[in-house]
T-cell receptor, first 114, second 114 residues
Framework: GNSVTQMEGPVTLSEEAFLTINCTYTATGYPSLFWYVQYPGEGLQLLLKATKADDKGSNKGFEATYRKETTSFHLEKGSVQVSDSAVYFC?????????????FGKGTLLTVNP | DVKVTQSSRYLVKRTGEKVFLECVQDMDHENMFWYRQDPGLGLRLIYFSYDVKMKEKGDIPEGYSVSREKKERFSLILESASTNQTSMYLCASDSHGQGTDTQYFGPGTRLTVL
């Protein structure tokens, strides 16, 4: 079956530090890959996505590259802000067919201190 | 923008009560989902629906049922609430079959069963 493994954290950084949250996946075929973010007290919202190998998703200074050879989709940001404090979820969905369920990682809590 | 709304942000119920959680989306999406979110477990799919009156079990359907009588509305029902159903419940929708596979989430309902 499909699965997503991400570093569980919590991750605590100072403002302007570099962020990496690792995510690897197991899936048949060529899934679409996502990063969702959940700010305190809110639901999840899409941060970025990539639908094929070597695609780079980017948004709000965050980036992730779809690496088929290493089955990875690591999230990076060059300089984090206090407002980036949130829980980050890596997820995948199979392409094609009738199975379109999202499979999530367990989430990584990021706290950014001023 | 896609909007997914949930009927309550916070709910407190007693063991044995019948509980209804309502979700409405305004973008004519075919697919709707109910997840529960628990610390250390991430998001787990309870049920999903790919059309009116159609439903499929997710990973943890026990103790829950769903209803989708109209395309825009998807209800989660706890027939007899138990304390182990205390959790955050998240609703989502997408239009996977229409060329996009991004799920849009509501703000969540935090249910406490006493």
């Amino acid at each position: 079956g499909n699965s997503v493994t991400q570093m569980e954290g919590p991750v605590t950084l100072s403002e302007e530090a570099f962020l990496t949250i690792n995510c690897t996946y197991t899936a048949t075929g060529y899934p679409s890959l996502f990063w969702y973010v959940q700010y305190p007290g809110e639901g999840l919202q899409l941060l970025l996505k990539a639908t094929k190998a070597d695609d780079k998703g980017s948004n709000k200074g965050f980036e992730a590259t779809y690496r088929k050879e290493t089955t990875s989709f690591h999230l990076e940001k060059g300089s984090v802000q206090v407002s980036d404090s949130a829980v980050y979820f890596c997820a995948l969905t199979p392409r094609g067919g009738s199975n379109y369920k999202l499979t999530f990682g367990k989430g990584t809590l990021l706290t950014v201190n001023p | 923008d896609v909007k997914v709304t949930q009927s309550s942000r916070y709910l407190v119920k007693r063991t044995g009560e019948k509980v209804f959680l309502e979700c409405v989306q305004d973008m004519d999406h075919e697919n709707m989902f109910w997840y529960r979110q628990d610390p250390g477990l991430g998001l787990r799919l309870i049920y999903f629906s790919y059309d009116v009156k159609m439903k499929e079990k997710g990973d943890i359907p026990e103790g829950y049922s769903v209803s989708r009588e109209k395309k825009e509305r998807f209800s989660l029902i706890l027939e007899s609430a138990s304390t182990n159903q205390t959790s955050m419940y998240l609703c989502a929708s997408d239009s996977h079959g229409q060329g996009t596979d991004t799920q849009y989430f509501g703000p969540g309902t935090r249910l406490t069963v006493l």
